[in-house]
């Protein structure tokens, strides 16, 4: 079959997959990026714990600068296209895709997660905003403001109870037709001022990617500013099981403290390995440690230590 070659393919071109094939080309290594476009680095995200950036930096911008940073290696190219499918091949893999057929014998996977947000008109245009997935990258900039936590289980339980550090204002809606929060969960929540509604959210007024009120199918309305979000991702795991590769029992791929998975040649990074710590400094780690695994695997026996 025909086909463009490279020496390694990474599919997905968010900061886990932008840091690997940085430091790839760093390692005068030919690479291709294939980069649908969506994610979690597209939203309107301005990212307040990156080291470097005072006052933050957007996701979407630091994206953009790190692609401009990749432009300055030739052996390193960037396509805006989906991979539909990923092959073993001889000695190594083949990703097709819009772009045409590309082999490489070493293979990057930071597809990440589809996030589970509450559905209701234009709720796109809030994520980023006002809603949000991370107490750790938006819990701060909640200092006082009217919270809603939208979630059935005790982890969104525990995480608006954790969110009480930064304010006394805080609304747990189910967004569930079941509920799934135990009676010592319920417990502490009543203890910390916290109410539980128990209803879907059907729609929301706000503008500017700003909410400000909440309306239930029960016709109950909460006033809120920042909506987080606890209602589980999905890791992007199918072109990784297209090799072989395991998935735990948490969803997440399987990897070790390189971002090796089971299959030789193989390595993920980002929020598609991991249950915690999804953000943009573990993934820009990620994708350089899977790199560096990735070129050392790429050396001729002659060229190792071992």
């Known amino acids: 079959m025909d086909h463009q070659e490279t020496e390694i393919l990474i599919i997905g071109g968010g900061p886990a997959g932008l840091s690997a094939a940085i430091y790839s080309a760093r390692y005068n290594r030919d690479c291709v990026v294939f980069d649908q476009g969506h994610g979690r680095s597209t939203h309107h995200q301005v990212n307040h714990n990156y080291l470097g950036f005072p006052g933050g930096i957007a996701a979407v911008e630091l994206r953009e600068r790190a692609k401009a940073q990749l432009d300055e290696y030739p052996q390193a190219h960037f396509h805006h296209h989906k991979v539909s499918a990923l092959v073993a091949e001889g000695d ?159 969803g997440f791929l399987n990897v070790d403290e390189e971002q090796k998975t089971n299959v030789p040649g193989v390595y993920a990074a980002g929020d598609v390995t991991r249950i915690h710590s999804h953000q943009i400094t573990t993934a820009v780690h990620e994708g350089a440690q899977a790199a560096s695994a990735a070129n050392y695997y790429l050396y001729p026996p002659e060229l190792k230590a071992d």
């Not at 992007?236 to 948490?250: D, N, P, R």
């Open 92 to 250: 190594g893999f083949v990703a097709r895709s819009q772009a045409g057929d590309w082999f490489g014998r070493a293979v990057i996977i930071c597809t990440g997660v589809l996030d589970h947000f509450p559905h209701f008109h234009n709720w796109e245009s809030y994520v980023g905003r006002s809603m949000f997935w991370c107490l750790t990258c938006d819990g701060y900039a909640s200092k006082g403001k009217n919270l809603v936590v939208a979630g059935h289980t005790n982890g969104a339980a525990g995480e608006a109870l954790q969110l009480s550090r930064f304010t006394d204002r805080i609304t747990l809606i189910t967004n569930s037709h079941t509920n799934e929060i135990d009676e010592k969960y319920q417990l502490r929540l009543a203890n910390a001022g916290i109410p539980i509604v128990h209803d879907r959210i059907e729609s929301a007024d706000g503008e500017d990617g700003m909410l400000h009120v909440l309306h239930t199918q029960g016709g109950i309305s909460v006033d809120v500013q920042a909506l987080f979000c606890i209602q589980g991702a999905t890791p992007e795991t199918a072109l990784a099981e297209m090799l072989g590769v395991t998935v735990a029992e948490s």
